[in-house]
């Protein structure tokens, strides 16, 4: 891109916002023009910003009229988990780069039209799969790669929430989505990039148990799959942290490997390794020093990459929908190909 | 029973013996008077025992023999893991109460056959699922009981081992069985009854990846199951834990219910309770009181019952052995009946 402003816009005000909003006063290339909510009725409130910086983004009621009418350079995706696909795809369509709410989409249509189209026009493609930037799980990574565990055999992932308040349509699947492309997404991302390893097969299960006010969003959901390497992983995922708890989330990760045992615990805070050498209950933690939205910008002005690339971003959003599949269906469902 | 001496022989030294000789000072009428090796060539040192109170087993080389000249009371069974469930057999059709290290078998119908005699023959079988006995695991089961998270509907435990040395008879599944039935089964059971629930299907992996030279024993496994009650279950089991962990096990459960999660951690010696009142990490345990022993010396002279009566030793076992088939035959197993 050229060193003109790149016009900004968000749709929708329901997912991790902040991740772009809370970062923008650092790049003054980034000007945020306009603003329209993923379905009708989407309270815009956190996403209604106006900075010091000038930026004074117009409100939209249509978010297709907003995109026809800015011709932006970014369109952010934030919206209902169902729009947030659609809109990704009209968003690059129109030759928009995207910074977008996981999981890409919400069936492997949705996300293979987005890799072709991000493919076909070049684009610059960033999910919010921010966790990788948490220094535990960014720490962890570069451990892995630097072998200190040896080879990942065994991985064992958590998410935990707390219920608090949802919002009406995370009742339906239709625009819920479900647990695993949701919540699950992260830890199925964050394992699979911590470890180093690809998921060959896939089975789980899913359901709403305590919850019966949202049936369509499985406040239970547990899921395991194969590893490349003919080891294998399990992730279990709940809303049922109860409200006293010390934090909102409770996020794991246990990579048991040929050489070592490698641990993210106190609520996704510390990592714990041991090696046959060593036991460290506290590894040093290494900040990563970079942002999503710092790589996103690097990435387009080709001085960077993201931390999570669009490739990735889409294979991890196709195997939290094949796992939900396989809840659905009571199946295992083998994922190589060729 | 009777008042007399109940007259006790040893088969094997490979098992837990230590759960019975270390208790054994406190029960003067039992009467330790022979033993002999569950096959050919197995050390016995750790059952040659001789105390204070005149304990002199004679050493005999075939088990058979040394049963039917004792004619014992009780024989405890403590060999090579294949031998355990014949061995039982044996000792049941001859009318000898048990106590035997798990699981009762290795097959679906050597348990049937031991469930068979138990009950036909009127014995007291105590199984060595000694994990009961321990205070956070104990606590916790009384803590379930009492509602305290209510409905348990996501389950999860890990049993994790340094690999150390072990003997050459790992190397074959035809005598060490499978790593779901000689450690994932103290996982299978405590989960079971602390939680309260009942599996109602399984699927499950293993393999030996990092032992090349013990290729029968799995040293990675993973569980799932469904649960009785709508929920699931996780068991991520390894002998991958390094040598300088700060100990041999590190065994956890982690339940989260309707109303409360709780979890035993650190290696199996804290619980952590959170309610939506309350965030306790270090719930006050409850010491049981009573031991293996002491428990089957009480159901044998009708003063008490056994913490873990025959019929849950069975299932367990059970589950364990289709839970192995389940991993070898690639398939989700229901264990729904009629």
């Known amino acids: 891109m050229d060193d003109m402003p790149h016009k900004m816009v968000f749709v929708g005000a329901t997912g991790h916002s902040h991740l772009v909003l809370g970062e923008l006063e650092h790049y003054s290339q980034l000007r945020y023009v306009a603003c329209a909510p993923s379905y009708p009725g989407e ?18 009621d249509d978010w297709r009229i907003m995109l026809d009418r800015e011709t932006p350079d970014i369109v952010v995706v934030c919206g209902r988990h169902d729009t947030n696909g659609p809109i990704a795809i009209e968003a690059a369509q129109r030759g928009c780069h995207i910074i977008a709410e996981k999981p890409a989409g919400h069936s492997l249509d949705e996300i293979a039209t987005l890799r072709r189209l991000v493919a076909e026009k070049g684009l610059t493609y960033a999910s919010m799969l921010a966790m990788r930037y948490e220094a535990p799980f960014y720490t962890a990574h570069q451990l892995v790669r630097q072998g200190l565990v040896g080879e990942p ?40 990039w911590v470890a180093g390893v690809e998921y060959t097969s896939v089975c789980a299960y899913h359901a709403n148990l305590g919850h019966p006010e949202r049936p369509g969003c499985q406040d239970v ?25 010390s934090t909102h989330g409770d996020d794991r990760l246990r990579i048991a490997g040929s050489a070592g045992v490698l641990e993210i615990c106190d609520c996704g805070s510390r990592l714990h390794v041991i090696t046959d050498e060593k036991d460290t209950p506290s590894w040093p933690l290494q900040d990563p020093g ?10 387009l002005e080709d001085r960077g990459d993201l931390l999570a690339p669009a490739e990735e971003a889409f294979s991890i959003a196709e195997f939290a929908v094949r796992a939900t599949q396989a809840a659905d269906e009571r199946r295992t469902i083998s994922l190589q190909t060729g």
Not at 221 to 241: C, E, I, K, P
């Open 290 to 299: 970079r942002t999503l939205l710092g790589d996103f910008v690097a990435a």
């Open 153 to 192: 055999y065994l991985v064992a992932a958590q998410k935990s929430y707390r219920w608090g308040v949802r919002p009406d349509w995370y009742g339906r699947r239709s625009t819920y989505g479900s647990t695993m492309t949701w919540v699950g997404i992260h830890a199925f991302d964050y394992a699979r």
């Open 43 to 60: 309270d815009l409130g956190r996403i209604e910003y106006v900075d010091a910086d000038g930026h004074t983004p117009q409100v939209y």
């Open 221 to 245: 959901a547990t899921v395991m799959a194969g590893l490349h390497n003919g080891g294998s992983a399990l992730f279990n995922l709940d809303y049922l942290r109860p409200e006293a708890a």
